[in-house]
């Protein structure tokens, strides 16, 4: 059993001024598996100084000395892959079909900033003045635990590639993994107070953050309730607010799709990272006349799909991260049969066969209308509502009755069509006939999905603050 007793600032693993141990869980076991020490508000604010003072130096670094450090960090997660992997599969349960994406993701992020970096202008023209990009300063990271390395270095790739410090704080239930990116980042031999990296819970480590009047950026990615709270904190010190939160995504099935070829990928969409994404495309819209057919070709995929142990390189579905997060996904689906709607597969309980571990059946509900609860909230778990339409137009009214608005999918044979209808969804990203990730494209999300964007120039831009001079020629 691992017991993690540092955190990092300034440059150093310290012990945490905070004293509460947390427990650590194997969620395909249920068994303690490791234990950490949390930060508190005062570890917070240590890392938040630190930040400011390397702040200074930091922010007047050039562009190639900045893409030199991102391609060092590169190099360094890269060198601990292998190990960041084993802790993705046994502290989230990832399966290992997942878990080496996942792995390889945390280092990728590092390289794309770097690209995107080589090519930015930080300096340009409008009219008679010069204008610069200048960095916000010292970034508080809030990030959460269903891509847990991934969203530590993304996040921290965009703030430094800008010339800002960083605060991070983890989640606490991803403690064995950020120690292992934490390890691998100091390796990258980074200036002391660059990057500050304090696990503790978001009442107090993450409150301190976004309260701090030396904090002058937020990024968090995570619920919309939490999504709220910080962005009312931090309008009390006007920080600039990057918020990547829930999801309800719509599923397009355009009339004439070929369901040999887009069960399997709506099936993926709706049940990636084991349902716990919040871009999983959890409502499947499909037309009324074709609605049995599609039903039936889901029952099969869905049989072919397996939740259970994630050292299994058939399972696709893994254990959900906590025991409350298991119950809220069995609460859903009994609230599902409550409403009415009706189970062509999985609910309630665990898969056959499997008597520990905190794992979900795969689960679809048709007769869904758009309503319903399990069609209106965000479940974070494997289940999906197929909801019938009748034209087109219904089907895009459908896609947009929503609070949220992070992504998309439009499945169809005739490319113009689809990009028609993805013309008219409000959201984030649309995927049109594909599941694929585009590092360069921006990611957020419309209405209560977020605010701001991340990746590529966009994610750049989100770090940085324009300011211009003029009477200069």
Known sequence: MQTIDRIYINGAFVTPHGEEMFDLFNPATESVIGRVRLADAKDARDAIAAAKRAFASFSRTGKRERIDMLKRMHA???AKEDELYEAIVDEYGAPVSRGRWMAQHASSVLLEAAKVLEGYEFT????TAEVTM???GVAGLITPWNSNAGFICGKLAAALA??????IKPSEMSAIQTRIVTQALHAADLPPGVFNIVTGRGETVGAQISSHPDVAKLSFTGSTAVGKTILRTGA???????LELGGKSPVVVLDDADFDQIVPLAIQAGFMNSGQACIAGTRILVPQQRLAEFEARVRDEVARTQSGDPRDPRTTIGPMVSQKQWERVQRYIRIGI??????????????????AGWFVRPTVFTDVTNDMTIAREEIFGPVLSIIAYRDTEEAIAIANDTNYGLQAYVFSQDAKRARDVASRIVAGRVLVNTLAHEPAAPF???RQSGIGREYGTFGLEAFLEPKAVLGVL
């Open 162 to 167: 800008a010339g800002c410090t960083a605060v």
């Open 444 to 446: 957020g999300g419309f």
């Open 134 to 136: 200048e960095p916000l």
């Open 124 to 127: 340009r023209r409008a009219g």
């Open 76 to 78: 360094a997660i890269v």
């Open 236 to 242: 009390d010190t006007l920080k600039r607010v990057t």
């Open 338 to 355: 409550d409403e009415g709607a009706r189970l062509i597969a999985g609910g309630e309980g665990r898969p056959d066969g499997l008597d």
